[in-house]
């Protein structure tokens, strides 16, 4: 693969967390009139889809060499796909607004129109629109390289500064390690196994007070399995993952602005993935499925070279 093909995939990469910028203005924008219960039931997919999309594609082979060295920069994509169930949520109305009225509201991926009630003397309260996804991905270069005694590091990380001030900054930084279990079972063992952590925290936008509108953090620890056919690797690996997000922004609703902080609970799943890699002398493809509490998709092209024992 050429450089000119590299720094292609590199933009592509780039526009996509670009995108999700400029969308981080706009979430403040309809999280303003919300507080508390709302405000959580109306995020809750993005929260599961972070999480999910995160701890994927994290590996796409358990064979790691026991002496030796590889190299390998990485373009997964990795999305989930809603489901009905993800688009409304119950809301209840808020502040001075009478009678008190609960609705299925849009939440953040739901429909693009607002929900309105009337209320006493002819008064309306207005539920936010979502954004109307139906799926939602998000891309991350990750380099993995290795190895010291079976061992292999995988690093991800990007830091974008928009230079606006309302898109703010967007920023990930993630490391893991996995080991070799099959080098202490033998060269007759049939399969591949391996075993390892990663640990992530990912950033997206500004709030009004300047600090970070959305951080998640992300955590998993699992045992993988492969096995080799000519160019072919099927692969498979069972983890225990956790992830959290916080939320911060400024409510407006009743005309003073009042802080918001949102710590929503930590989201704990077991984890199946299935994939397929296909791999080349210095390229590979990989594609694979995860089931988990919020299942994801994941895809993309690794380009490096290794050599080892």
């Known amino acids: 693969m050429d450089a000119t093909t590299v720094r292609t995939g590199i933009g592509c990469l780039m526009l996509i967390l670009l995108c999700a910028a400029s969308a981080s203005a706009q979430i403040e924008d309809q999280l303003s009139v919300y507080t508390g219960a709302n405000a959580i039931g109306y995020m809750q997919p993005l929260a599961d889809a972070f999480g999910a999309d995160l701890n994927a594609s994290l590996f796409h082979s358990a064979e790691i060499a026991r002496i030796g060295f590889h190299f390998r920069l990485e373009f997964p994509i990795m999305g989930v796909i809603f489901s009905d169930d993800d688009r409304t949520f119950t809301a209840v109305t808020e502040g001075d607004f009478s009678p008190e009225q609960r609705v299925q509201a849009p939440t953040i991926i739901g429909s693009g129109e607002a929900k309105v009630v009337t209320g006493y003397g002819g008064t309306s309260y207005a539920f936010p629109g979502g954004f109307d996804l139906n799926s939602f991905a998000i891309a991350v270069p990750q380099l993995r390289i290795g190895s010291v005694f079976g061992t292999e590091a995988i690093l991800r990380y990007f830091s974008i500064n928009t230079g606006d001030v309302e898109l703010g900054d967007l920023g990930l930084f993630g490391f893991g390690i996995r080991h070799s279990v099959s080098q202490y079972l033998g060269p007759v063992f049939p399969v591949d196994i391996a075993a390892g952590f990663f640990w992530q925290k990912f950033k997206l936008g500004e709030n009004k007070d300047g600090d970070d509108l959305i951080s998640v953090k992300a955590f998993t620890i699992g045992v993988q399995a492969s096995k080799k ?8 690996g069972l ?33 199946w993935t299935i994939g397929m890699m296909i791999d080349l002398i210095y390229l590979n493809a990989f594609a694979e499925y995860n089931i988990a509490g919020q299942s994801s998709f994941s895809f993309g092209l690794g380009i490096g070279f290794g050599v080892g024992i």
């Open 229 to 236: 056919f000519a160019v072919f690797v099927p692969y498979t």
């Open 239 to 271: 983890s225990y993952d956790t992830s959290s997000m916080d939320v911060a922004y400024v409510n407006d609703s009743s005309g003073a602005e009042e802080r918001i902080d949102l710590d929503f609970d930590s989201t704990k799943t077991v984890h």
